[in-house]
């Protein structure tokens, strides 16, 4: 049984820093998988933030590149975000997703960006 689970999210002031983790079990191969963070901000439906493809392709929304850095620990199976100079606008909650044949979601963690 694959589970993905999610630490790091919070309450930072704008400019502030976190960063999220994100602890894969139940699946072989993760050097094989697609691996992603993405956000549901409010009112609005989930939206991809930053992507490592299994063959190592980077790839960022255009409102966090230069702010944020996706990255991977193969052998341990997690997946980090770097999350730098955070604005209101980054605020929502963060799902890890993995895919590999299947589509794999964690649970979410919240992230709040408030003055």
């Known amino acids: 049984q694959v589970q993905l689970v999610e630490t790091g999210g919070g309450e930072v002031r704008p400019g502030g820093s976190l960063r999220l983790s994100c602890e894969a079990s139940?699946?072989?191969?993760?050097?094989?998988?697609?691996t992603a963070w993405y956000r549901r901000a409010p009112g609005r439906q989930r939206e991809l933030v930053a992507r490592?493809?299994?063959?190592?392709?980077?790839d960022y929304d255009d409102n966090v590149r230069g702010r944020f850095t996706i990255a991977r620990d193969n052998p341990n199976k997690i997946v980090y975000l770097e999350m730098n100079d955070l604005k209101p606008e980054d605020t929502g909650v963060y799902y890890c997703?993995?895919?590999?044949?299947?589509?794999?979601w964690g649970q979410g963690t919240q992230v709040t960006v408030s003055s």
């Open positions: 997703y993995v895919q590999r044949f299947a589509d794999y």
């Open positions: 139940g699946i072989s191969d993760f050097n094989r998988c697609t």
């Open positions: 490592i493809t299994l063959e190592g392709y980077l």
